[in-house]
């Protein structure tokens, strides 16, 4: 996987924002597709479009923790911990970036009814996830973002 990790410093964080929600819808039209291929059955499908988002996930999940973390901390670092939280669930999103995905691309190779289950199971809880935690950053960390650097 190669990741840019590239962070601009110079977009304003207003701006920033409004690019990373925008990224959050692109991510939820994915998320259906994938969850339309769990539906079809094609676990191999819909595993690699999980794959396919991986660097794009990474490097927004960078970028958080970068630029709206560092904005958190300087100004409103008593009212951080929520924010804390959300960015320590990138940590199971990357292991199932980095691990779980490709031994779920190998799973749907088996004819294994059980194996293939447990990989739609997986598919599907990853799915659920990643939407509750994009929503909890649009309702806490965006928001306190906007409110901190204003008022830093
Ligand atoms: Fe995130």
């Known amino acids: 996987m190669t990741v840019s990790r590239r962070i601009n410093f110079d977009e304003p964080i207003p ?5 990373l929600k925008s990224e959050h ?5 994915k998320l259906v ?10 676990i191999r499908l ?4 999980i794959e396919d988002m991986g660097n794009k996930i990474i490097q927004h999940a960078v970028e958080e923790e970068a630029r ?14 929520d924010s804390i939280s959300i960015m320590q669930e990138h940590n199971w999103i990357m292991k ?4 779980r995905v490709k031994l779920i691309i190998n799973a749907s190779k088996s004819s294994d009814p ?3 289950e447990k990989a739609k199971g997986d598919l599907n809880e990853f799915v659920d996830n990643l939407r509750k935690h994009f929503k909890e950053e649009e309702q806490i960390v965006f928001p306190l973002t906007l409110r901190s650097q204003s008022a830093g």
């Open 114 to 116: 059980a194996e293939k």
């Open 33 to 42: 597709q994938v969850e339309n291929n769990i539906k079809r059955n094609d």
């Open 15 to 19: 701006r920033m924002i409004e690019r």
């Open 96 to 99: 199932f970036l980095n691990n």
């Open 68 to 81: 709206l973390m560092r904005v958190i901390m300087n100004n409103a670092k008593d009212e951080s911990s």
């Open 25 to 29: 819808i692109m991510f939820e039209s």
């Open 46 to 49: 819909a595993a690699q479009g």
